[in-house]
């Protein structure tokens, strides 16, 4: 075999594979392990979004659509924005996309040059880093765990240079569960309109928020949507995983550069999850906030537990994961969570695989069953204990 070492992308081998399937597949052929690893809603996608999705395969609606995506969905899409203050035109300022994913990949392959930075609020969801590395653009990261973990302005600021490109930002947060406050979002905007960069925001959990927490875009604010290119999806609060349906909502001029790019490596995404997607806006918000309802109980249960563990944790406000501090243990986050899945079968992820601030912390999803999260608390609370003998 050739054992050149220029046979392969460089970018390509030189980052690292996701830390949360990394768990995710030690959990096979371990039906006895349970997980608060993958952060997947354990709900079946609302009943009236299926039976749409089966009226149109049983009709033979199973083409391609236009690369932009169903103009009906477009639509839906827009009207919802508007409800958070937002005016889309669902003709050419709305994509489809592959989940939220691909809108990642996507958005940062169209606004980043080699050299140029990008501003990275860490600890994050885990494609931002390597994606905008394999651009060839500068990750400077920006700390949040010194503040709450939530970014302020203050931090952004201090970051820019002129080499400055974009700030990426997730309210609520993935992992840690934390939003940023309207206040501080708002700073924010005046920042970035003051320097004229993108902000890349991912709100695909905006309708997870708890104790009366408002999601607000900071999309929303004066000025700012020639600035702002939001990401969202259907996955988790319409419990759509596996259908891979989001959106990107950006400016006109920005899309139709975006839009070349996913003809070329998607064409569209599935015609029926698109079907499906737009009966959820049209008809599922009743299942969805059943949903958050329950993801809130049991928050509280999961947070009641880790706090008489004496295991300090952000109060999350939204989103479904809980992100301790597991640094009183003296263990690292990575094994902390080798030897619970080794020892007691529970399976959570390092906070290290989120980035800078996540060492000493792992993160619990808390989308499972509440028998099932009760039963992973009372083997973390052993461990926890065995750990201070």
């Known amino acids: 075999m050739n054992t050149r070492e220029d046979r392969f992308n460089k970018s390509m081998v030189d980052i690292p594979p996701s830390g949360i399937r990394k768990f995710f597949e030690m959990l096979i052929g371990h039906d006895d392990v349970i997980s608060l690893s993958v952060g997947e809603p354990d709900f079946p996608t609302p009943w009236c979004m ?22 009906e969905l477009r639509e839906e899409i827009s009207k919802y924005m508007k409800s958070y203050g937002m005016d889309y035109n669902p003709k050419n300022e709305i994509l489809i996309t592959v989940g939220a994913s691909e809108g990642v990949d996507a958005v940062l392959r169209a606004v980043l040059n080699p050299g140029d930075e990008i501003l990275v609020c860490q600890p994050c969801y885990v494609n931002y880093t390597p994606l905008a590395d394999l651009t060839g653009a500068v990750v400077k990261v920006i700390d949040t765990s010194v503040n709450c973990f939530y970014p302020t302005a ?18 609520p947060n993935n992992p840690t569960g934390t939003m940023i406050p309207k206040d501080e979002l708002e700073k924010i905007a005046e920042v ?3 320097h004229q960069i993108w902000v890349i925001s991912d709100e695909i959990y905006c309708e997870l928020a708890y104790d009366g927490n408002e999601h607000v875009s ?11 290119i939001i990401l969202n999806g259907f ?3 319409f419990a759509m995983t596996g259908w891979r349906i989001g959106y990107i909502a950006a400016p006109a001029e920005l899309l139709a550069l975006i839009v070349k790019l996913h003809g070329y490596n998607t ?5 029926f999850s698109q079907y499906a997607a737009a009966e959820g806006l049209r008809n599922g918000w009743d299942e969805v906030e059943k949903m958050r309802i329950s993801y809130q109980q049991r ?12 295991l300090e944790v952000p109060k999350p406000a939204g989103a479904f994961y809980m992100f301790p501090s597991i640094a009183k243990t003296g263990l690292t986050s990575e094994e902390f969570a080798t030897q619970l899945f080794q020892k007691y079968n529970v399976a959570v992820v390092p906070g290290s695989v989120f980035g800078e ?26 461990f926890v204990e065995s750990l201070s003998k």
Do not use: D
Request: hydrophobic share 35%; net charge positive.
């Open 50 to 71: 299926r039976e749409e999705a089966f009226y149109h395969l049983e009709k033979g609606h199973t083409s391609y659509t236009s690369n932009w995506g169903l103009i």
């Open 357 to 382: 601030g996540g060492e000493g912390h792992i993160r619990c999803c808390y989308a499972t069953s509440v028998e099932k999260i009760k039963i992973a608390l009372e083997r973390i609370k052993e």
């Open 299 to 310: 928050r509280n249960l999961m947070l009641k537990a880790f706090e008489e563990m004496g």
């Open 154 to 171: 203050k931090q952004i600021e201090e970051k820019i240079t002129p080499k400055t490109k974009a700030l990426m930002i997730c309210s």
């Open 267 to 271: 064409i569209c995404a599935p015609i």
């Open 218 to 228: 900071i999309g929303s604010f004066p000025g700012m949507k020639e600035y702002t």
């Open 192 to 194: 970035v309109k003051k």
């Open 235 to 237: 996955s988790k609060s």
